[in-house]
Nanobody, 128 residues
Framework: EVQLQASGGGAVQAGGSLRLSCVAS????????IGWFRQAPGKEREGVSA????????NYAASVKGRFTISSDNAKNTVYLQMNSLRPDDTGVYYC?????????????????????WGQGTQVTVSS
């Protein structure tokens, strides 16, 4: 079955950095898109970033452009989200998601798309 294991969250001060990892299994990694959503209490779920693993095309929400970088290591079936210059409003549970359609990655931050598979998430807390 499809499994997505997110890790790397933690508590940091504003301005700090974290690197999230998503280890995928149960599907052909190169044929899928991997993305990250986040959810803060009382806030709407927000798409953060996505990558098309076959060619490395990436997408970012406007709120994280220039601060976050998504990358993939296809040999390890792993996607990373490097988060720099963290702000308190980056706080939330970060979920790793997967979908075989390139439209999923292209839709991140633009149009609604129901991603096929979701991981359990990892908590990120940024204090001021």
């Amino acid at each position: 079955e499809v499994q997505l294991q997110a890790s790397g969250g933690g508590a940091v001060q504003a301005g700090g950095s974290l690197r999230l990892s998503c280890v995928a299994s149960g599907f052909i990694f190169d044929e899928y898109c991997i993305g990250w959503f986040r959810q803060a209490p009382g806030k709407e779920r927000e798409g953060v970033s996505a990558i098309i693993n076959s060619d490395g095309w990436t997408n970012y929400a406007a709120s994280v452009k220039g601060r976050f970088t998504i990358s993939s290591d296809n040999a390890k079936n792993t996607v990373y989200l490097q988060m720099n210059s963290l702000r308190p409003d980056d706080t939330g549970v970060y979920y790793c998601v997967a979908d075989p359609s390139p439209t999923a990655a292209q839709s991140m931050g633009a149009i609604d798309w129901t991603w096929e598979s979701w991981g359990q998430g990892t908590q990120v807390t940024v204090s001021s």
